[in-house]
Each structure stands twice: as C-alpha cells, then as structure tokens.
Nanobody
Framework: QVQLVESGGGLVQGGGSLRLSCAAS????????MGWYRQAPGKPRGLVAT???????NYADSVRGRFTISRDNANNTVYLQMNSLKPEDTAVYYC?????????WGQGTQVTVSS
C-alpha cells in the first residue's frame, strides 16, 4: 500500500505561480512512477505530468513549458511547480503513484486561478 498526501493548492491570480507537493509513504519501493492529474467540474480526470523513478518526465500539451514536475527521492516527495497559471488550470489536482498492478491516489488539492 502506498499513501499519498498532497499540499500546496490555493487561490492565485492569473499569471501567478503555485507549487504542489505530494509526500508518499508505505510501500514506496514498489513505485515505478508518480504523477499529477487534475479534474475540473464536469470534466474527466486527466494527465498533467508524470515522472518515473529514472527521472523521465511527460507533460500534457496544455501545461508543457509552464509546469515542471520533479522529485526528491530522499524525502519520497514529488513536486509540481506551476507558473504562468491560467483560469483554465482551475481544478482539483490529484497526486498518483503507480507500480506493478496498482495505482494509488491522494485526496486531491484545489487550485483556483482567477482572471
């Protein structure tokens, strides 16, 4: 079992920045990749960014160049640095950890970007 706790969401003006954090605990040795997903009202949950244990990253086209995913292996924490935020980035952001045969989710953190 992998437990995930997110933090760092909030309200920000358009053009501003936020940094989300996700701390993993439990069977962390079983994790192959971690990532961030988001869900806006009335829309399905979708990929924002992922990072593998080897450090390879992947981004949704809508955030590439504005968001950066990184990880601190010593503290089992993944970060999402979000710059140049837009109102359409408003959503609940979920941290995810995936390994062989499982995927775990955090409780989600709200990000609201005002115009």
């Amino acid at each position: 079992q992998v437990q995930l706790v997110e933090s760092g969401g909030g309200l920000v003006q358009g053009g501003g920045s936020l940094r989300l954090s996700c701390a993993a605990s439990g069977s962390i040795f079983s994790i192959n990749a971690m990532g961030w997903y988001r869900q806006a009202p009335g829309k399905p949950r979708g990929l924002v960014a992922t990072i593998t244990t080897g450090g390879s990253t992947n981004y949704a086209d809508s955030v590439r160049g504005r968001f950066t995913i990184s990880r601190d292996n010593a503290n089992n924490t993944v970060y999402l640095q979000m710059n140049s935020l837009k109102p359409e980035d408003t959503a609940v952001y979920y941290c995810s950890a995936a390994g062989k045969g499982f995927r775990s989710w955090g409780q989600g953190t709200q990000v609201t970007v005002s115009s």
